[in-house]
């Protein structure tokens, strides 16, 4: 049966011609604001959902038969899941579908900031040569790399960074079971985030962003760290303090860091962060890869076609709503 798809925001070409083969019709808003957003709501069965809104329970309510949100890429900090489970309405994700991309956004992070590549690249364009020989840049191999989190991106860049860089890998993931923590021990040694404060040479940060992590890097862990340490962060904005992050970046207390996502996206001109020289940004695009994208949207569409056809998808982010009655049928 023919379903009505949402899309707040566009998705790849690939994922609309399944959506389109298993017989759904596509609703594009012509942007995804909320007051746009919602009086498409009515008469939509499922909504294909990137970043750019949160699924709140207003719009939520406003339809009178949606059944699943389908999310590209991993999270659902954008959701209201309550709202959805409320509404016995499923909420999908796909965590694992972007990790190797971030992966790699952290490795050109990290080496960018140890090789001082922007500073070096903007000298040679201002006719500076000369600062080749103050050996700004250092070598990471042997250097320890911490990791604040380790499930699928902390464990991806844990084997790249041991491999290629015979770095030694601490993590701090007070979540994971003795079981799984033995597993991982020829990879990673586990410590308690002070050690992990202490010890990092470059500390990457790939937890969710909870009421729990939320601030999990503040001016006493920034107190902790080398002098010399970076700091990466392709997880969420507000798990850094980032007043806290720029006392310590001015004061060089740390040695750099490199931010794909800030506390407010777009940030504010006048953030401070953008206007230190130790700093690398880019704008929350970790998982935003020609092949990513494609593989995030298509996944998202797998996911909704599957709930459409009655068939559970993989990563339900709310699975008590398969217990109503709404899903029993589900296969
Ligand atoms: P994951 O769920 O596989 O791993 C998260 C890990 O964090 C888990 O092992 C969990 O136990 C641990 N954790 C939770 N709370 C913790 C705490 N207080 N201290 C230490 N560890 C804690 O998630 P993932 O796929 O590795 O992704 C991590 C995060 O990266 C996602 O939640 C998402 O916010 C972010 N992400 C960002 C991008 C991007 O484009 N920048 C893309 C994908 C994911």
Not at 64 to 75: A, H, W, Y
Not at 155 to 179: I, R
Request: glycine fraction near 4%.
């Amino acid at each position: 049966m023919s379903m009505n798809v949402l899309l707040p925001q566009p998705i790849e070409v690939e994922a609309i011609q399944r959506l389109e083969q298993a017989g759904h019709t596509i609703i594009s808003a012509p942007d995804p604001k909320p007051e746009t957003v919602l009086p498409l709501m009515k008469e939509v069965h499922a909504v294909i959902l990137r970043t750019g809104i949160t699924m709140t329970r207003q719009l939520i309510e406003a339809a009178d038969d949606l059944k699943v949100i389908s999310r590209t890429g991993g999270g659902f900090d954008n959701v209201d899941v309550k709202a959805a489970t409320d509404n016995n309405v499923i909420v999908t994700s796909n965590l694992s579908v972007n990790s190797i991309s971030v992966r790699e956004h952290v490795l050109a992070m990290m080496l960018s900031l140890v090789k001082q590549l922007p500073v070096l690249d903007q000298a040679v364009r201002s006719a500076n040569y000369s600062i080749r020989y103050q050996n700004l840049s250092r070598d990471i191999n042997g250097k320890t790399l911490g990791l604040l989190g380790f499930g699928r991106i902390g464990y991806q860049v844990a084997t790249a960074c041991k491999t290629v860089f015979n770095m030694s890998v601490l993590a701090c993931d007070p979540y994971l079971s003795d079981e799984i923590k033995a597993k991982y021990s020829d990879l990673v040694s586990f410590v308690d985030k002070k050690q992990l404060c202490t010890d990092s040479d470059v500390l990457s940060v790939h937890v969710p962003l909870t009421e729990q992590t939320r601030h999990s890097l503040s001016t006493a862990e920034f107190d902790l760290m080398k002098p010399e340490a970076i700091v990466i962060n392709t997880s969420r904005g507000p798990v850094i303090d980032e007043e806290a992050l720029i006392a310590a970046l001015q004061n060089k207390e740390i040695g750099g860091a490199g931010l794909d996502v800030l506390t407010n996206e777009p940030p504010d001109p006048d953030n401070q962060l953008l206007k230190l020289s130790n700093v690398i940004h880019t704008p929350h695009s970790a998982a935003l890869t020609n092949e990513c994208v494609i593989r995030m949207a298509t996944d998202a569409a797998d996911r909704t076609i599957e709930v459409l056809s009655g068939k559970k998808p993989l990563n339900v982010a709310n699975p008590a709503v398969l217990e109503s009655e709404r899903w029993q049928h589900l296969s």
